[in-house]
């Protein structure tokens, strides 16, 4: 007669028996996007530091003067943590449509749509009504107007088959033409291309900072990552949502309601970017001005890729566009502004390109 050894136990169940906690590690996915990541910021470094020697500069000493007079100046500090804010809230809008199998370009248009909304519901309240009030409800006007259009997108996309990257483009141009018909007809006061200011009570903090334009509103953003990273990784709902990113078949076949998934989606990803509009009316310029928040729609698809698609991620992502940014202003004696604004094309570039390297990487080793 013979004894079968018994099998041996998983290691995390002999160091549970042994009393010590399981070690965690990151998975598979998550080192992929972080070397991802990482490699698009070398390589944006990189590339900048040629174009650098091309216009006949150091790189080292460009670099060098662009960190240490962002970080000792608080009005160039407070201008990096007021460019992020909105970057972090438009970044988040792309990232989620991303995760639910959607691509939301339309993120400058539902700003556009946010910014309208905003100020004319502020310009619209009594000059004595409370910020208790006033902000909540400038807040809700911004982030409705977003998810309006948002929705919309969704909508043409579940019902009649229409892409969600035709629609947003179209929308773009629709929504930053009614905003500027409205403004010729109704906003616009002395003859300028702006509107009457918001109630008093409507205006967010501002932070200091040198007398930087950063304001409160960065609690608005800072927020709304954390609310994304609690439904994304907490919640039933952000598991559905990323189910039908992943396969809206087997999606489907657990129940789930992909149409109806991808309009709250888009609906959803609308309010975030709408959301942004309080960083410029309601924390700067207060009042509606044409072309107000111009390019951080579209500046929010960097911060999604480079952040790859994690809150965290783009919260950091944000910050490093927003020092390109006012890093550039910095140092623009030494080298000319359109280079530093050429390094934030070329972060997507890397992006998109580190993202399938890894991925061809990883399957060969």
Known sequence: MTVEPKPALPRAQVQRLDGDPPRRTLSASARRELQAAAIALLASIAIGSLLMLIVGKA????????????????????????KATALVLTGLSVSIALDAGLFNIGAEGQLTAGVLGCSMIGAALPA?????????ICVLAAATAGAIVGALIGALRVTRGAHEVITSIMLNAIVSGVALYLGNRVIFRGG??????IAPGAELPQLGFGGSSVNAAIVIALVGAAAVWWLRSQ??????????GQSPAAARTTGISVGRVQILIMAGSGALAGLAACNFVMGHKHAFEEGL?????????????LGRMHPVGIVLAALVIGFLQAGGLAVADLVPKELTEMLLGVVVLAVAAAGP?????????
């Open 59 to 82: 790189p080292g000493h460009v670099w060098w003067a662009m960190i240490t007079r962002t970080a000792s100046d608080p009005y160039s500090l407070g201008q990096v943590l007021y």
């Open 128 to 136: 004595g009504t409370p910020a208790i009030l006033a902000i909540p």
């Open 192 to 197: 300028t291309t702006r509107g009457a200011a």
């Open 235 to 244: 919640t039933t709902w952000g598991q559905a949502w990323r189910a039908v």
């Open 293 to 305: 928040g111009r390019g951080t729609g579209l500046l929010g698809i960097s911060a999604a890729l």
């Open 357 to 365: 390297w890894v991925r061809r990487a990883e399957a060969r080793s």
